[in-house]
């Protein structure tokens, strides 16, 4: 991977009316990257895209995707981006094979079609209907028709919707294997776990801002550390409350477990323990563990909001 930018967004700005939906994002995606774009539903990710894409002209900023302002539209643009929605509609009487040379046709200097069926996993499918592939095989003969292009980014939309525990496990296979060709990936999804699992780095947005970015460890360390959760008596929340923890340490009640938080969970852990003995409490069901993913991006919104509100 270098270390080379291949899109920067700069103060990017998009209003409807008088409705903001991006105010003032600023990103940078490297070169041989698998990004992830996170956030709920409104949150801007669908328009960023769509600008990176060229689908839509920022109101104001600076976007540049492969040294391209993309609402320009220019040939050689779209020639090296490739773009997976979440469905693509494709002719069902073609093959598998036929349906990505025929996308192969449109560019100048396309993939081979084998190649790339190797690649994503439907090779032994070549010469099956299209309309006869299952839900895993449609999706894998999308991300094979951005591909045939021979692109230097992939946009790629929530690629695993819908899909069984085995056949998302597969599709993460067949993603990561995109290193292979050198190819930058900018990724929306709602599952944690793959962004965990996929991204070199992650941004999460949210009210058509980027509130926090960075690899999983460095929003780990950031944002929540580790997490340390018993079941207790629930008098002893009045004897945490009133203790000092260590510094960027809290704990809340979430029905009858409580839930610590801290970026030195070591300290954490001794003084807590050290509470619970010197108040005669046994913490019942004691678990250390790290932070996920969807812990990191809960307590970012939640403390997002919590700021919104102030």
């Known amino acids: 991977m270098t270390t080379s930018p291949v899109i920067t967004i700069q103060n990017l700005y998009k209003t409807y009316g008088s409705v903001a939906a991006l105010k003032g994002v600023d990103l940078e995606i490297q070169s041989g990257e698998i990004f992830a774009l996170l956030g709920p539903n409104g949150a801007g990710k669908t328009t960023t895209i769509e600008i990176l894409e060229g689908h839509r002209a920022p109101t104001s900023g600076n976007v540049s995707v492969l040294g391209f302002e993309p609402n320009h539209r220019a040939h050689d643009f779209r020639e090296r981006i490739g773009i997976v929605l979440q469905e693509t509609t494709v002719d069902g009487y073609l093959t598998v094979k036929e349906t990505v040379d025929l996308f192969g046709s449109y560019y100048s200097q396309p993939r081979n079609t084998d190649e790339i069926l190797e690649l994503v996993g439907l090779e032994n499918q070549k010469t099956s209907l299209a309309r006869r592939l299952s839900g895993g095989q449609k999706r894998r003969l999308d991300v094979a028709i951005g591909l045939i292009g021979n692109p230097e980014v992939l946009f790629l939309d929530e690629p695993t919707t819908?899909?069984?525990?085995?056949?998302?496990?597969?599709?993460?296979?067949?993603?990561?294997?995109?290193?292979?060709?050198?190819?930058?990936?900018?990724?929306?999804?709602?599952?944690?776990?793959?962004?965990?699992?996929?991204?070199?780095?992650?941004?999460?947005?949210?009210?058509?801002?980027?509130?926090?970015?960075?690899?999983?460890?460095?929003?780990?360390?950031?944002?929540t550390g580790s997490q340390i959760s018993f079941h207790v008596d629930p008098q002893f929340n009045s004897i945490i409350s009133e203790s000092q923890l260590v510094d960027g340490a809290s704990v809340e009640l979430l029905g009858d477990m409580f839930v610590l938080r801290a970026s030195d969970p070591t300290a954490a852990l001794h003084q807590l323990t050290s509470l619970a003995i010197n108040n005669s409490f046994k913490l019942n069901n004691l678990v250390v563990r790290q932070a996920t993913l969807e812990d990191i991006y809960l307590s970012i919104l939640d403390k997002h909001e919590k700021n919104q509100v102030a």
């Open 162 to 223: 819908g899909f069984d525990p085995q056949a998302r496990r597969a599709a993460w296979d067949m993603i990561q294997r995109l290193e292979e060709l050198g190819c930058t990936v900018v990724l929306t999804t709602h599952y944690m776990e793959e962004a965990e699992f996929l991204a070199t780095r992650i941004a999460i947005m949210a009210d058509g801002l980027v509130i926090a970015s960075g690899t999983t460890a460095d929003l780990r360390r950031k944002y």
